[in-house]
């Protein structure tokens, strides 16, 4: 009798295409929705801005074809950078420019090395936008996934496992900011009246990890049928 079993997959650039695709439509679904939440305590166009970047993404991958995951990361994150305005331009092109260092001259990355990257990233969030836990900014769902998938990791899970871990981490992390006071960007302006509100990058920095959830696990498992494990 043979097992379908989840096993760990080979984060290739087909992986990554497929998540900035996922995120790209994930961001189009809930542009409406995300800009909503920006107008209650910014200036109300994060769903507006991260559409636009990531509308040009998925036209930049559809004749993608270098191989260096590097690279990849950087075209993401320059893409961003010139595309996305506001804060969330320079905090998402950051955030892959750093993952792009991190993955520089590799074709595919073990789990390690994609949390390690993933942990660069946020790091470079961290920095970029002097933003700690409780700010009530991206950050809140970001930090707690990276940790979410670092202990995973460490605890042998596979990165499919790591990845929902962190998931739900960021989920968790998004839904903490709603009784938060903002105290970094245009937010921070409204003193006690941003509380009671979701926070717009956080919402966004959600469907992010979401997305690569999905991208990884679908690798998995698609690996796992193609190579069933014998179990007797």
């Known amino acids: 009798m043979k097992n379908i079993m989840i096993s760990n997959v080979r984060v290739e650039s087909a992986v990554l295409i497929d998540w900035m695709l996922r995120f790209a439509s994930k961001i189009a679904e809930n542009k409406e929705m995300l800009t909503a939440l920006d107008a209650a305590i910014g200036d109300a166009d994060h769903g507006i801005n991260m559409a636009r970047g990531m509308e040009e993404v998925r036209r930049r991958l559809a004749t993608y ?19 996305v305005g506001g804060a969330s331009g320079p905090l998402y092109g950051t955030l892959f420019l750093r993952m792009g260092i991190a993955s520089a001259g590799k074709s595919e990355l073990t789990d390690g090395e994609f949390a390690a990257a993933f942990v660069a990233g946020v790091d470079g969030v961290r920095q970029r936008g002097s933003a700690r836990l409780g700010d009530k900014t991206m ?57 009671g509100h979701q926070d717009p990058g956080a919402t966004s920095a959600y469907l992010l990890v979401l997305s690569a959830t999905e991208a990884i696990c679908q690798a998995a498992h698609s690996d796992a049928i193609a190579k069933p494990r014998s179990t007797g």
């Open 139 to 195: 950050v809140d769902a970001l930090l707690p996934a990276m940790v979410a998938l670092q202990r995973a990791l460490e605890e042998h899970a596979s990165l499919c496992e790591a990845m929902e871990a962190a998931r739900q981490a960021a989920e968790e992390g998004m839904k903490a900011t709603i009784p938060m006071q903002a105290s970094k960007g245009r937010a921070s302006y409204l003193g006690p009246r941003s509380i």
């Open 65 to 83: 074809a270098d191989e260096d995951l590097g690279a990849f990361f950087k075209t993401i994150g320059m893409t961003l950078l010139s595309k």
